[in-house]
């Protein structure tokens, strides 16, 4: 715990402060703040003691209003401070200023975020006592807040004093009013006040129930209406006796206008029916649990390692609840969370790329809500855009209510105003917004979410590109776009042309509406588009032709175009501000970033290179910056940096540092923090292509244990130095795939598996080819099943991802048992015709091999076709077979008109889906068991090899996907023969560097799947 400086209060499930120190008044207010989403509250004294050092302020989620200033842009509006509970000992009130301190501490409980505090106070007059404060905000009851003090008198007794107040003019510390008083009143023991903010008009009330009790006794006691300017008040006067704990306990409501059509009436209503405090917390305790039985993490070995995971989930865990849900609020995480001033309340980019992942993977309809927040405010990123002149939407740098702008144009720094550009140029947000939305469905599955939302989402930020890149013609003929004059993640260059991470995304962006609009429900939202069909094409053509600068003799992409040409310099930790544009000099994560997120875009040794290139260039001076290099460290190979930055990534917030966190936390760094956890020294990496884990654990840590929630299934990962043990828990869903250190491992639900930890293992084994690291050229593939689940099934997805490999030279070859003309259709005729000579199709189960021209045009390869006597005999055999089968009285079709071959339909009238294959299975071994033959397909099968001998034909093919018996003169081995054989070679590939792809490898009914005929003696033991 002393590896940091600064970080005594930091522990493994709390937060503590022992000292006092004005200097650190607001780092503890920030730290030890609470919240459940909808309610933020900093933890300032209930006494108001330091009232020069201290910024008591309470926040509402998505409750923006503009102060009365030309200088001050929409931000959160600061609501009226609930916590005010001061007390009068007879002689004087009590302050930490007034007097002397014999005790005083405070902790902050991660494990169900109730603040404590105990203070021995001894007044001028030389009366001591013991006050012992608690206070949460309910995780329970979404607008419930509740503070109790007990009190005991330790050398007097007599009349005392506790005033409960509630302060509506709380304001930010540059003391700008956002609220009017509309009306303040006690009755009933009810202490109530509303505001209403200055431009929008928003109503907050709050209302506040105080009782006192000794023994769980409510006593006598006299009330007094104490309010003054500024503060409504009620003086609550009762006798103490000596050594006698009284407990004063006040429940609080708070409403809003955005959220009830009465907020006076909800929140009195509400808070006269409140249970007692104790009661209140009780809920609030489980409710908290609740949360933390999903999203705990346990490093052992590692103290402080430990402390900053727990700091990381519980403020995250704060920062959106279901509150957000229940209510419902129309918001999104702000830079700060609701921990403070900072960036006014606003939301980033922070949220999409930094903090989704946590709550897609721990509490995924908190993600939903999250990008809820930008799919409602679609129509007015559609009106950013249009203000710019280009289409589709534009989501801005910093938002606040309603989507709009909110950027300040003009900022202070060191006293000096200054232009302030994110606004107009760090445009990249726009795909971030995209990317997040993509990845929450990726891991969720969500197919409701992608059709309703994220669909549209992407499709409307891909019309802003395709408006937003420019075409240049090029003097060789050929063009290319370019996006100019914007700001990358690197804000220390504010005008840069090209930026590495922007065209990137924009192109992922593009890439992602192309694939998507080729399902039905992509097609459905690009019918609202009435010039889809134009936009489309030039998508296209700018992610074909899109500049991603890179530099050839460095073999590096470049962050900006002539970033390479600016000055080196030796040290950047020491520069002056105003030295950034002229030097090659980087904030934070933006070339590796991109890197990351597109892992496509560079191998394990290219991300290396560029990890060398780009670290020792980069200031670090943003706190989303240490968490992602711990992800980058450990995909280059540097265990010990990784370790460097993951210290860094928690001193952002959980180490004091002078007074960096004075107006807030830092939320993107709470994000990137369980990042750098989960899938840093985790490994957990989740792709389009599933979930993988590869951990590379610190050597100081013994255990590393974390849960997700992986499309709907609930999976713990325990690990440490030498296993890794998956556990799946029970539930209905079908086995799941996990790549584990490069292997695929099958879980069936309700099990667990241990696996020893290779050593050496990447961390990212992603980052390489994930198939036991080896590199293919060629893929050989079934269709219906294992490409596409029916034949009618869009192929927006593989289309996108075939077309890229293609680009690379990589070979696809479709073994198919239906004809030409059904992959044709579905598949070949919509990839580019340019790339179409990288495709073969073996179709007819084995009679016929076609390629593609340069032009995209069909050509017979070869091709294998039954004559007339053949053609004969295999129609004796069927009505032979299909005889048979009636003796039995089992009714069956014949399918004749098949290239080489027949079928025996055992289910005629019955178009079986690969999903009803096994309710298929069950009904044909019922039909057969009937009958009394209980191995029935084995069964007809060897009567229809009987059938072939005494035709006198060799080697009859059969297979059988239960529903029919087909059987002629080729199948899929003779396609993978002439493939391995003919094929490859041309092409200079071998076999080992063959992958193969099919979803009926196994047992069918007892018969051998027509898959695992394509695994030929020659191919076993090489192939994948």
Known sequence: MRELENCRHLHTWKLQEDDLNPDSIRYFETVMSQSNGYIGTRASFEELSFREQSTPLTLIAGLFDKPDSKYKVTRLAPVPNWTILHYFDGTHWFSLGNGKILEHTRSLSFADGVLKRTVRWQSPSGRITTLVYRRFISMARPHVCALSVKITPENYDGDVIVSSQIDYESWYPDGLAQTDLISSSIKNDIVSTEVRTKEEGHLICESARTKVYRERQPIKCRREDTSQQGRASEDISFCCQLGQTVTVEKVVTIYDSLRSSSPAQSAENEVINLPRYSALESEHRRAFASRWAESDIIIEGDNFSQAAARFFVFHLLQAESKANVEIPTDSSIAAKTLSGYGYNGHVFWDTEIYLLPFYTLEQPELAKHLILYRYNSLEQARLNAKAEDRLGAKFPWESAGNGIETTPKWVWVDGRRLRCWTGEREIHVTADVAYGAWQHYIATGDEEFLNKIGIRIILETARYWGSRAEREDMPNGSCRYVI?????????????????????????????????????????????????????????????????????????????????????????????????????????????????????????????????????????????????????????????????????????????????????????????????????????????????????????????????????????????????????????????????????????????????????????????????????????????????????????????????????????????????????????????????????????????????????????IFRREASDAENQVMDEIALEMQRILAEKNITSEIVWDRMNRRKIDLLPGWDVEKSEIGEALKTVQSMFNAVGIPDGIKWAADKLFELAEQKHIKNLCLTSDVKHLEFGLTDKSHSVDYLIKEIAPSLGISVKDIIFLGDEFGEVGGFIGSDSLMILPEVAGECI
């Open 484 to 860: 100019n004059d914007v700001i990358p993640p690197n804000e220390h260059h504010e005008c840069v042309n090209n930026s590495f991470y922007t065209n990137a995304l924009a192109r992922w962006n593009l890439l992602k509406a192309l694939e998507l609009i080729e399902t039905s429900a992509g097609r459905a939202v690009a019918d609202d588009i009435e010039s889809i069909d134009i936009e489309k094409e030039l998508w296209r053509d700018i992610a074909e032709n899109i500049v991603l600068p890179y530099d050839n003799r460095a073999n590096l992409y470049e962050e900006s175009e002539g970033y390479f040409e600016l000055e080196t310099v030796e040290d950047v930790s020491n520069l002056p501000i105003g030295a950034y544009n002229n030097q090659q000099v980087t904030k934070q994560a933006d070339v590796l970033l991109a890197l990351h997120l597109m892992a496509e875009l560079a191998d394990k040794k290219s991300f290396k290179r560029h990890y060398d290139y780009y670290v020792p260039r980069t200031t670090h001076q943003s706190s989303l910056s240490p968490g992602m290099h711990v992800l980058f460290s450990l995909a280059a190979g540097y265990r010990e940096k990784a370790l460097e930055f993951f210290k860094m990534a928690c001193s952002i917030d959980a180490v004091r540092r002078n007074h960096a966190s004075d107006d807030g936390l830092h939320a993107a760094s709470l994000g990137g923090g369980w990042q750098a956890i989960v899938f840093g020294f985790g490994g957990l990496k989740i792709t389009e292509s599933g979930l993988s884990i590869s951990p590379d654990l610190p050597d100081k840590w013994k255990r590393l244990r974390f849960g997700i929630r992986y499309r709907s299934r609930r999976i713990e990962f325990d690990i440490t130095q030498t296993s890794l043990t998956v556990s799946l828990e029970m539930d209905q869903f079908e086995p799941l795939d996990i790549e584990v250190q490069g292997h695929m491992a099958h879980l069936v639900s309700g099990t667990t598996i241990t696996l020893p930890i290779v050593p050496g293992n990447p961390a990212h084994p992603a980052r390489i080819n994930p198939i036991r690291g080896r590199r293919f050229e060629m893929m050989i593939f079934d269709w219906d099943g294992t490409a596409v689940p029916n034949r009618s099934a869009p192929i927006g997805r593989l289309k996108s991802k075939t077309e890229r490999l293609l680009a690379y030279g990589f070979v696809f070859a479709v073994v198919t048992g239906t004809h030409l003309g059904n992959i044709w259709s579905q598949f070949v005729r919509k990839i580019r015709k340019s790339l179409r000579k990288g495709i073969i199709v073996c179709c007819n189960r084995g009679s016929e091999v076609y390629g593609f021209d340069e032009t995209g045009r069909t050509y017979a």
